[in-house]
């Protein structure tokens, strides 16, 4: 399997992420977000960080780098696309999943380790979840607040398009557990294909029990494996 | 030609800091405010004299770059 990170002015996670990959034999490739094409891969992933500062709008403007043109190609041909929380913010400006991050609810920068309930394990990112379905991951962000109009929420629950919900220990997803607004405690939401996920936790963080967990390694085996 | 364009959140679309800034004004005694809504504003310089032709590059602009539509309501100006 083949990766390319994408490095944008201001991001700060992408070598995380790389070190993620490659820890689980993904052949990785940096790309700085002036090139226009993207080598061979099948697994692009835009890092969290602050891209441009979040000028305007977090992820607007590295959303319209040259480079999100092939992002665009690479994603609507079916191959994967993963989106760590600025990540995530650039999919969504980028047209590539729908809604918008707005800013946490209760204004505060948030920065600590959530638990997370992996909804759908029926995906080439989450299926080796289905050994473990309550999660401990970090969030690091301010706009996190997951906001779409109720026809979209709708359809993301019908059609089990949510990746992962802002939980308790036990996996009860109610308000308490809400970090930061999210409409229905979202954290991550899939395409309706099932190959671009946009997230706001950072699996990169926790694969090694160094680091103090290994919950986020379950996501690199799925992807590792899924070709 | 100049492009005046302003982008606030929309009506239904809690705007915190707005919301922050009505109270302080109120604080501040100001006891007269209704409501306070926060936002962008843009003064954008165009080669362009022909005013049909500026309002669609206005348009369209606002729409893919200076505002997020879901959220979002703009208003241009030219002058």
Avoid at chain 1, 64 to 82: E, F, M
Avoid at chain 1, 212 to 219: A, F, I, V
Avoid at chain 2, 17 to 45: A, P, S
Wanted: charge should be positive; glycine fraction near 6%.
């Amino acid at each position: 399997m083949k990766s390319c990170v994408i490095v944008f002015p201001g991001s700060n996670c992408d070598r995380d992420v790389a070190v993620a990959l490659e820890k689980f034999q993904i052949k990785n490739q940096m790309v700085w977000h002036a090139e226009s094409d993207l080598p061979k891969s099948d697994l692009v992933v835009l890092p969290g960080g602050f891209s441009y500062g979040d000028y305007l709008r977090t992820g607007c403007i590295a959303s319209k780098s040259k480079i999100i043109n092939d992002v665009i190609r690479h994603a609507r041909s079916g191959r994967l696309v993963l989106g760590i929380c600025n990540g995530f913010q650039i999919l969504i400006e980028a047209g590539l999943l729908p809604g918008v991050l707005l800013r946490n609810k209760k204004l505060r920068f948030i920065s600590k380790n959530v638990f997370l309930k992996v909804v759908n394990t029926n995906s080439k990112f989450s299926s080796n979840y289905n050994k473990k379905s309550i999660i401990k991951l970090p969030i690091a962000h301010n706009e996190g607040n997951y906001f779409a109009e109720n026809k979209i929420i709708e359809k993301l629950e019908s059609e089990n398009l949510i990746a992962f919900k802002y939980c308790d220990k036990k996996g009860e997803v109610n308000e308490v557990d809400n970090p930061n607004g999210s409409s229905n405690n979202i954290a991550g939401i899939f395409n309706k294909e099932k190959n671009i996920l946009g997230m706001m936790p950072h699996p990169e963080r926790l694969v090694d029990p160094l680091l103090s967990g290994m919950d986020g390694s379950l996501m690199f085996e799925s992807l590792a494996k899924s070709h | 030609m100049k492009i005046f364009a302003t982008v606030t959140l929309k009506k239904e679309v809690l705007d915190p800091q707005g919301k922050v800034i009505n109270q302080t004004l109120k604080n501040m005694g100001y006891k007269n405010i209704v409501n306070v809504r926060q936002g962008k504003f843009f003064d954008i310089e165009l080669d362009e004299k022909d005013r049909s032709k500026a309002k669609i590059i206005a348009e369209e602009i606002c729409k893919k770059l200076l505002s997020n539509v879901v959220i979002e309501d703009y208003t241009i100006d030219l002058k």
